[in-house]
């Protein structure tokens, strides 16, 4: 290559996920906040790595960065977080991923478009990535090339959420139980929720209600203290399973998970309730197995019922929709990381089109200033306008034709001939000198 540009940094991605690692593991590399501060500022200061971003959520811890020795940056960072979480490098090494360059820039584009997550599809994914670009972004430990990166990132999330439907449709039990009751019911805010057992699916479809606008909860429980707990996560109330029948009127939506082995919810509980209710309709929804509600209660006027299999079918559907949208965004994903790498080739001949344009810049300048001598300041003006132009139209041609070798992998068959040319390196030498 005629004119040498200085080493270009990679990017790169080293992190363990949940389809890699343990939730033990996971738990254990996950960075709050100010751990992310200390770790970025560790990872940055020697100059092995150039500029990082660092994402860790229940799911995933990863670290996006710039080097340009990514084998090295990848030794240096698996050290360091391996002393700072108590954690073998060789645990991450095992049960992480290591990827660099168009692979790295695939996977972050996965991840925004939530192809990568969890429950395909999932939103949360895009804004928690966001966060964390903002936080590098506003402590510098982003530059040029990450910052161009992660914005093209976020126009490959925005276009999978525009141009397919992969985000759409429930596919968990906990939230198909929430876009049902909103079909039946319309608009969940200022509703009552009645919670009937204080575990994991219980509490998964309190937070989807509350996400959905639901601010009344009870939660009933056989024992007191689980109840308290979740009254206190979501501000409502906590009342014994004894005490249902005596407040069931109250509630809108009840969802019912407990472990119990027998029915939990009677057709007499119901009917009970509805005295109290003034002909507002009572939406239930049994995702316990074995059942918590008797079947019966799906005949009663002015009740709504569902049980877990009807969810299931819901769920089902919506999920292999999804994984045909998937096809849609994963060729989305592609075409956008194809963009970046051509951009990436192109930044090759940039010291070769900076350089021409400087030396024919310079001649144009000293033409204006011969001319211009001694003559009103409006001709300068003039000069200095065709001057620019003619400059733009002249270097249009070559300059076009140079980035497209560069974006093609040339850039040093374009150097040679830029110089070849308009004998660039002898400039470049000049100005060394």
């Known amino acids: 290559m005629i004119l040498n540009a200085p080493s270009q940094p990679q990017v790169f991605v080293l992190g363990a996920n949940h389809l ?35 994402l860790s959520t229940c799911n995933r811890s990863e670290i996006y960065g710039m080097a340009e020795d990514p084998k090295a940056a990848r030794t240096h960072i698996e050290n360091a977080w391996a002393a700072r979480r108590n954690v073998s490098e060789d645990e991450i090494r095992t049960h992480g991923y290591f990827l660099s360059e168009t692979e790295a820039i695939r996977h972050l584009f996965r991840v925004m478009g939530s192809l990568d997550s969890m429950v395909l599809g999932e939103m949360q994914i895009l804004g928690q990535v966001k966060d964390s670009y903002q936080l590098a972004s506003q402590n510098g430990w982003t530059d040029f090339y990450l910052n161009h990166i992660f914005q093209s990132g976020f126009h490959t999330g925005k276009r999978i959420h525009s141009e397919t439907t992969i985000h759409e449709g429930a596919v968990s039990i906990s939230y198909a139980a929430v876009e049902l009751a909103r079909k039946v019911l319309g608009d969940l805010r200022g509703r009552v929720v009645g919670v009937v057992g204080a575990g994991e699916m219980g509490e998964l479809a309190a937070q989807h209600l509350h996400k959905a606008g639901a601010r009344s909860f009870l939660f009933f429980n056989r024992s007191m203290g689980p109840a308290e707990r979740m009254a206190a996560a979501f501000g409502g109330e906590s009342r014994l399973l004894s005490e249902l029948q005596e407040h069931m009127g109250q509630c809108d939506i009840v969802i019912s998970a407990t472990g119990a082995p027998d029915i939990v919810i009677t057709r007499e509980h119901v009917q009970g309730a509805l005295r109290h209710r003034h002909g507002r309709p009572l939406f239930l929804v049994d995702i316990a197995a074995p059942r918590d509600i008797d079947p019966l209660v799906g005949e009663i006027e002015n009740t709504f019922l569902f049980t877990i299999d009807d969810l299931k079918n819901a769920v089902s559907g919506n999920l292999e929709l999804r994984r045909q949208e998937a096809h849609k965004a994963e060729a989305i994903v592609e075409e956008e990381a194809a963009r970046i790498e051509s951009w990436s080739r192109a930044l090759g001949v940039v010291p070769v089109l900076r350089t021409l344009r400087e030396k024919y810049q310079a001649i144009t300048d000293r033409e204006i200033e011969k001319w211009a ?13 065709l001057g620019r132009g003619l400059l733009n139209k002249f270097l249009h041609a070559p300059t076009t ?3 497209q070798l560069g974006e093609q992998g040339d850039g040093s068959r374009a150097s040679y001939y830029a110089d070849l040319l308009f004998a660039l390196a002898r400039e470049e030498k000049q100005h060394g000198d």
């Not at 593991?25 to 990872?43: P, V």
């Not at 001598?373 to 306008?385: K, Y």
Request: zero cysteines.
């Open 373 to 385: 001598a001694g003559q009103p300041p409006e001709l300068r003006t003039h000069l200095e306008s």
């Open 20 to 54: 890699t690692a343990s939730v033990s593991l996971r738990d254990r590399l996950l960075l709050d906040e100010k751990s992310i501060q200390e770790f970025a500022e560790t990872l940055l200061k020697d100059g092995v790595v150039k500029e990082l971003s660092i």
């Open 401 to 403: 034709r140079l980035k």
